[in-house]
């Protein structure tokens, strides 16, 4: 009767080291006060600027989201609590091994490291020669009214789309290209999808800087909006993270999924205001457009250069990007942990 109690007592309880237990009615407790709360804001906050019906389809898809994120973690609460603790007591392996995955692209080059940072670079100066001095190419209207430099526009855009797709690509293929860790009974094979999207960051921290340089020269110098860049680097980071824990577990039985999201990416590119400006096409599309996580996350890095606007001012794209992001990191846990046993057979 005791051992049965005990066990009952661990089985609702997340144990991290060094955070302590928490009961499992608490944590449920937490989870439902904010989904409450977030309820009470989407309904009652409104806008008098925004369209109705669009406000209102913003609404309903923010309630139904909040909804499905209660229910998918009452139902797998003890799978989805597993990946957090697991990522947390393994954070300074991680640190390492995200580290040396960095390096070990260019291992055995002779210049080493200095090719990943001189990717962005000359990215950056072929647009600029060909937008700037060969088609000439005018400015795009910003917020507010503010016309900047087309390669300033398409420079903003790009840096947090060669994340995504970098990172969404070397995450999915983690598993693949660590399969002997796979293998080993004691290695916490779930820290390999984040050891990717964090490797990726050393390059996209970088383009950052190459950014604010480019920024800079046109003239936009960096200002209190500018740390908000940060944030989005953060939302940018649990997306990718978020699809890549599905992804990495699909590939190892479907293999042709990476070809497909290749393919995505490449059309997802043009499906994000990354090359044209989202405000030059019709309100019934351009709800549509922000369905996409990403565009959130462009756009914010613009507004962080030159549109000086605070992400808390956008409302609804902020509450419906987090809400969309904490469904699919929660899908993503669920895919994995069911998935993980029959890895190291298929590998």
């Not at 909804?67 to 990946?83: A, E, H, N, R």
Request: aromatic letters at 16%; hydrophobic letters at 50%; one cysteine or more.
């Amino acid at each position: 009767m005791t051992t049965n109690s005990n066990n009952k007592t661990k089985n609702n309880r997340i144990d991290i080291t060094g955070l302590g237990s928490f009961p499992k009615a608490a944590v449920l407790g937490i989870v439902y006060t904010i989904a409450v709360i977030l309820t009470l804001i989407v309904v009652l906050h409104t806008n008098a600027l925004a369209d109705k019906h669009t406000e209102m389809l913003k609404k309903i898809c923010a309630c139904i989201l909040i909804g499905v994120s209660c229910l998918i973690v009452t139902f797998f609460y003890d799978k989805l609590t597993v990946l957090p603790v697991e990522l947390y007591q393994n954070r300074k392996l991680i640190k390492r091994l995200a580290i040396n995955d960095f390096k070990k692209r260019y291992a055995g080059s002779y210049m080493g490291v200095v090719w990943a940072l001189a990717q962005p670079v000359v990215t950056v100066l072929m647009y600029w020669f060909v937008f700037d001095k060969i088609f000439q190419t005018r400015g795009e209207m910003a917020a507010g009214g503010i016309e900047v430099p087309y390669v300033l526009f398409l420079t903003t855009g790009l840096v947090p789309w060669f994340y995504f797709s970098e990172a969404l690509l070397n995450g999915t293929t983690s598993l693949l290209e660590y399969n002997y860790l796979v293998k080993k009974v004691l290695f916490k094979i779930s820290i390999l999808p984040l050891i990717k999207v964090m490797a990726a960051m050393f390059i996209h921290v970088f383009f950052i800087f190459v950014m604010l340089v480019v920024a800079i020269f046109y003239g936009y110098q960096p200002t209190i909006y500018t740390l908000q860049i940060f944030y989005y680097m953060i939302c940018e980071f649990i997306l990718v993270l978020a699809l890549s824990y599905s992804t990495s577990a699909i590939v190892v039985f479907f293999r042709d999924l990476t070809q497909i999201i290749s393919i995505a990416l490449q059309l997802g590119q043009w499906a994000t205001p990354i090359l044209w400006n989202i405000d030059r096409i019709s309100d019934s599309l351009k709800w549509v457009i922000k369905l996409n996580p990403v565009t959130y996350i462009v756009e914010g890095y613009r507004n962080s250069i030159y549109g000086e606007i605070w992400f808390f001012e956008h409302f609804y794209s902020s509450t419906y990007f987090w809400i969309v992001t904490v469904v699919l990191f929660l899908i993503g846990s669920l895919i994995f942990k069911r998935s993980k046993v029959h890895f190291a057979d298929v590998l």
